[in-house]
């Protein structure tokens, strides 16, 4: 017990002798000093450069419509369209330039006529108070996953009054068929409207024939199944393709 004692004395003494040293160095010898740790103002910064390896700026988010994400994107597409906004048609479609590129001032008082899907996507069409019709295709998986940019343009189909009563019967009959009401009544008389919406409804694998008097062409619609249905129409509103042209059926 001793000797360890003797050897932790021995120990202690130089170590007691270098602190001692320490003590009596005078103030700033040998005192080295440290560089400034002050952080440099970040507003005074310039550019990061190319090939820096700061953090790239944040990507910007599409903007978002005041009302958020519409739960009918259709009716959005179309009051975008209607309204001339061209930064909201430019969000919500992948083609704005097939909107903006339809000729004329159509009337944009619209009313949906129909809805349905085909192949992930979801068809809406819609006519306005001329009879022009408009068909909006959404893509159901990007709408589904609240995406931009989901819709376009599938089909721009103004009304046409044909100066042959054979394509005027034809117009006729695929707005019946396609659920068209206000330009059924374009081409016709209320009572011939009412008269084709009884009935039941047909696909488009009809045959026309026609019969002309004087006044009228009698054109006979017929289809396998018994469909048999004869409309006449007015020579003259024909021929100067003037609406309002069937005026009678049998």
């Known amino acids: 017990m001793r ?13 007691l002798l270098v602190a001692g040293c320490r003590a009596a160095q005078p103030a700033g010898a040998g005192h080295v000093t440290a ?3 002050t952080t440099p103002d970040k507003s005074a910064r310039t550019p990061t450069s190319p090939g820096s390896t700061a953090a790239p700026p944040a990507i910007e988010t599409p ?3 005041p009302s958020g994400y519409p ?10 369209w209607s309204s001339h906004d061209t930064a909201r048609l430019a969000l919500l479609t992948s083609d704005p330039d097939n909107f903006l590129a339809i000729p004329g001032h159509p009337d944009q008082n619209w009313t949906p006529v129909q809805c349905g899907g085909a192949v992930g996507s979801e068809y809406c069409g819609y006519e306005n108070r001329d009879g022009d019709a408009i068909t909006i295709r959404v ?40 659920g068209y009401h206000t330009r059924m009544l374009m081409l ?6 009412d008269h084709f919406n009884a009935l039941g ?6 045959t026309i024939t026609t019969k002309d008097t004087a006044s009228h062409t009698h054109v006979r619609i017929t289809r396998a199944g018994g469909f048999n249905q ?15 042209a069937i005026d009678g059926f049998a």
């Open 139 to 178: 893509g159901r998986q990007a709408f589904t996953e609240h995406k931009w940019h989901v819709a376009n343009l599938h089909r721009w189909d103004p009304i046409t009054f044909p100066a042959d009563p054979k394509a005027y019967a034809d117009e006729f009959l695929h707005a019946w068929i396609d």
């Open 3 to 15: 000797r360890i004692a003797a050897v932790v004395a021995a120990i202690a003494i130089p170590v």
């Open 188 to 193: 016709s008389l209320p009572q011939v409207v």
């Open 230 to 244: 004869t409309i006449a129409i007015r020579n003259q509103q024909v021929a100067l393709r003037l609406p309002h």
């Open 71 to 80: 739960t009918d994107y259709h009716r959005a597409v179309l009051a975008a």
């Open 201 to 206: 409804l047909i696909d488009d694998s009809y």
């Open 63 to 65: 903007p978002v419509e």
């Open 35 to 37: 560089p400034s740790t």
